[in-house]
């Protein structure tokens, strides 16, 4: 299924970029850095726990609408990113470049393979 496999590479993904974001979001917080002041105000531990579980809560809420919009992007633009490979010239071209020139190489005019595993089904075209 088409739509499990961008779910599962937009939650790697954002699971990811969520958790280098996450060291600097809490250090906002901690020194008091608010962009729309202008100026820094550091806050005490004890105030940085309290706010802990709410700013968490916030975080976590952003997490997911970003998922969502992720997710929904990928679906969208279909694979379309996703890279091919001319099974003679060996010409390599997304296949948004490729749907263009209806699924044909625009080198040479010769079909198209995913170019994921290319190497793997055609061992004797590793040079
Ligand atoms: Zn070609």
């Not at 940085?48 to 992720?70: E, R």
């Not at 010409?91 to 699924?103: H, R």
Request: proline share 5%; glycine share 4%; charged share 20%.
């Amino acid at each position: 299924m088409e739509t499990m496999k961008y779910i599962k590479q937009s939650a790697k993904r954002v699971a990811i970029f969520s958790l280098l974001i996450l060291p600097f979001f809490l250090i906002c917080i901690k020194v008091g850095y608010n962009k729309w002041a202008g100026d820094i105000k550091p806050i005490p531990w004890e105030a940085f726990l309290a706010l802990l579980p709410k700013a968490m809560i916030i975080y976590t809420a952003n997490v997911i609408c970003f998922f969502i919009i992720y997710t929904m992007m990928l679906i969208f633009l279909k694979g379309s990113n996703d890279s091919y490979i001319c099974t003679k010239c060996e010409n390599v071209l997304k296949k948004w470049q490729m749907d263009k020139n209806s699924g044909k190489c625009t080198a040479c005019g010769s079909n198209m393979e995913p170019l994921e595993g290319f190497y793997e089904r055609h061992p004797e075209k590793r040079d």
